[in-house]
């Protein structure tokens, strides 16, 4: 008697139709690297990348600022104006460097293409803009130390807390280079990128370095908007016999929160830029 019931056979692979793609299974990606590896590689390459170009034009920042106290010595005496003019001059190094090259640096990245090369790489959008904002801000400190010392030895300044720039130069130079990042990355053209880089810069000459007591009203609202400012106050105060460490502990947290905000913004403006 032959049974009725078919016999069970194991189950076949379909065979794709002629014409039709056979559907493929993604390999999947590598690992996205974690923030501070990311960091810590894009300050070398960034640091060694401007390690003969920006030399010259570090050389040029702290001749200007250097002469800029030797013509405000003709007109200022001492006292609060002429540690207003030491500040502003040192932490002027710092501007011209962090805010208006790091403002061409990132236009001329995006103009040319360059932003597709950090786009296509594993590693977060902070670790591009925090990494080439530390290396340009590492190139003022020689700059800046040396102008503060220039500055307290021609206006007869004690130096006895100039070791104050030690936060003041990583905490002015964040906020102005996040400044200057989000400039070149929010323009629409390199050439507004580096007229924008040009005209923070000027601000933190003119707003900066003379006396905020000298100051017309109007100005004085935007010299409080400047980044840089609280990194000056804080530097001039502490050219007094005595300092308020409290105030200048103040303005030092200011300015952090400023430095924090501006990098953010900075960030932002990379992302935007990175998508397009």
Request: positive net charge.
């Amino acid at each position: 008697m032959t049974s009725i019931i078919p016999a069970r056979t194991a189950p076949s692979r379909a065979r794709p139709l002629p014409g039709s793609a056979a559907r493929t299974v993604p390999a999947p990606l590598a690992p996205r690297a974690r923030l501070l590896p990311s960091l810590a590689a894009v300050y070398r390459a960034q640091l060694s990348r401007a390690r003969v170009a920006r030399i010259p034009l570090l050389f040029v920042a702290t001749f200007q600022s250097v002469g800029i106290m030797v013509l405000m010595r003709g007109v200022v005496d001492g006292g609060a104006e002429a540690r207003a003019v030491v500040a502003g001059s040192s932490v002027l190094v710092v501007a011209f460097v962090a805010l208006n090259l790091l403002a061409q640096y990132f236009g001329q990245l995006r103009a040319g293409g360059g932003l597709d090369h950090y786009a296509t790489l594993p590693v977060p959008p902070a670790a591009v803009v925090l990494g080439a904002a530390a290396a340009y801000a590492s190139f003022t400190v020689p700059g800046t130390v040396f102008t503060a010392i220039t500055g307290s030895v021609l206006f007869q300044l004690p130096m006895t807390h100039l070791w104050v720039l030690v936060a003041v130069i990583p905490l002015s130079g964040a906020a102005l280079a996040g400044l200057g990042a989000a400039l070149g990355l929010l323009a629409p053209r390199q050439e507004l990128a580096t007229l924008l880089g040009q005209l923070g810069m000027s601000a933190a000459l003119l707003l900066g370095v003379l006396p905020a007591d000298r100051l017309p009203e109007p100005v004085g609202w935007a010299r409080d908007l400047l980044p840089s400012t609280y990194g000056v106050e804080a530097l001039a105060r502490s050219f007094d016999a005595d300092p308020d460490w409290g105030v200048i502990g103040f303005f030092l947290a200011v300015c952090a929160v400023v430095g924090v905000l501006s990098l953010a913004v900075a960030t932002w403006a990379y992302r935007r830029a990175a998508v397009r």
